[in-house]
């Protein structure tokens, strides 16, 4: 029954445009959801005054655009009511399954691909999409010492009533901690930002545009890095102007944190900067320099694991955050399993999800004339695994586009290679485990 049709794991932003783009292209699939819902962290992982970072241009997809009564800046609740009208328009909710949790997925015999699921079923698939999103797998530091008051991680925050009225720190310099920190500014009885290495802040408008507006693809990224560096130095100044560290790396090179609210604020007194914590101390939190403050509460804003914990170790691929694959997608071993929409795009994900979703829908195709995996083939050709999960926007679109040209000679490449084989290709086997943990992606 599934075995000629393709799973699709995930109905977040990145898995809709897939399920779309195969239901377009005619391809037989399932999609699965663990959550109840569509939106993937927009659904179950935001907290309530969340907005977006970049501007509705970036973040809306290519073939549908965001009302124009949307701000520059929507809100979460915003965005997913987007999702939902979108999967509505191109009647997409039909074709997901929600509630079904994957525990496992495993290639069998004949490069096929075993899914079992948190009710005990097993499907087989031709392949497996898997878009299961880096936004869950908390990343939490450890501590020395011990602390009296709560610890929590930036994605079990939901509403500012958790910090109001507190002694609140938050940990981290990127988007999430600053946001947090400024929430604390707003209500809490004292608010503190901890940081180890800072970030680069970037405004969200220049002359009232948002800064997406000034990057062109045809501008060198080392013109883009000089002229953003000195509208920095007028529009924000040196971090140590604001009582943070200067950053240690080059712009970028890691995520910078987009908006000033976080700055604002350790100017007007409501949020204080301190160092990288050192030590817990009942009520007190210890720093490297040896100050003091007394806590209630402890928001870790320290990130996610890429995280693929239903496949087997051998097919674990990642390193850090970075997926290790070619044509940012694909194994060079396995043919059938697909990690996508792990990168991290400076700018937005709205032109890529679909754009990238319809590149695929026209690789599997041609992957069914091709015994290799075309990711062998793409190593043939000369690709490189990726070195960062962060990539420009348009240098995605770019690759997307260079695949695209490339597939006759993929087709030409991925033949000679089948043709030098002493016998047809086949996904290695790997056994399933003894016990299954059906506790994973806990959100």
């Known amino acids: 029954m599934y075995k000629n049709k393709y799973l699709i794991i995930g109905a977040g932003p990145v898995g809709l445009a897939h399920v779309k783009a195969f239901k377009l292209a005619g391809l037989p699939f399932d999609a699965v959801e663990a959550d109840s819902d569509l939106g993937g962290n927009w659904f179950h992982g935001i907290y309530e005054t969340a907005h977006i970072i970049s501007p509705k241009k970036v973040m809306e997809y290519s073939d549908y655009p965001l009302p124009e009564s949307y701000p520059e800046f929507p809100s979460g609740q915003l965005m997913l009511a987007y999702y939902q009208e979108y999967a509505q328009h191109f009647g997409l909710r039909e074709h997901i399954e929600f509630n079904q949790k994957v525990v496992f997925v495993r290639p069998v015999e004949n490069s096929l691909w075993e899914v079992t699921f948190d ?6 698939y031709k392949g497996v999409l898997i878009c299961n999103g880096h936004h869950w797998h908390k990343r939490m530091p450890e501590f020395e010492g011990h602390f009296d008051g709560e610890i929590i991680h930036s994605k079990d925050y939901k509403s500012p009533d958790q910090f109001r009225g507190k ?4 940990i981290g310099a990127g988007n ?22 800072s970030a680069w802040f970037l405004p969200k408008l220049i002359s009232g545009y948002p800064l997406s507006h000034f990057g062109k693809p045809w501008v060198p990224k080392f013109i883009q890095k000089t002229m953003l560096k000195i509208g920095l130095k007028i529009v924000i100044g040196d971090m ?9 790396h080059e712009i970028f090179e890691k995520h910078p944190t987009i908006g000033s609210e976080a700055l604002h604020y350790i100017k007007h007194g409501r949020l204080t900067p301190k160092k990288g914590i050192k030590r817990l101390a009942g009520n007190k939190v210890v720093f490297t320099d040896d100050t003091e403050v007394e806590a209630d509460l402890i928001a870790a804003a320290t990130g996610f694991y890429l995280s693929y914990p239903f496949l087997p170790q051998a097919l674990h691929r990642t390193k850090g955050s970075v997926a290790k694959v070619y044509g940012d997608f694909m194994l060079d071993d396995y043919k059938g399993l697909y990690l996508i929409g792990w990168q991290q795009a400076r700018g937005g994900v709205g032109a890529l999800a679909p754009t990238g979703a319809d590149i695929l829908s026209h690789l599997l195709p041609l992957q069914d004339e091709i015994g290799v995996p075309i990711g062998k083939v793409l190593k043939e050709m000369g690709y490189k695994m990726p070195d960062s999960h962060l990539i420009g926007m348009f240098e995605v679109l770019a690759n ?6 490339q597939i006759p000679t993929i087709r030409k ?31």
């Open 400 to 405: 997307i586009e260079k695949l695209r040209k």
């Open 176 to 197: 999430s901690a600053c946001d947090l920190a400024s929430e604390a500014a707003r209500v809490s009885k004292a608010a503190y930002i901890s940081i180890r290495s």
């Open 413 to 443: 490449i991925g033949k000679k290679l089948d043709a030098s084989l002493s016998t047809p290709f086949q996904n290695p086997v790997l056994a399933a485990p003894e016990k299954l943990n059906k506790e994973l992606q806990v959100f």
């Open 119 to 124: 009710n005990n079923e097993v499907r087989i």
């Open 240 to 248: 140590e102007r604001y009582g943070l560290p200067r950053p240690d």
């Open 167 to 170: 002694k609140v720190i938050v």
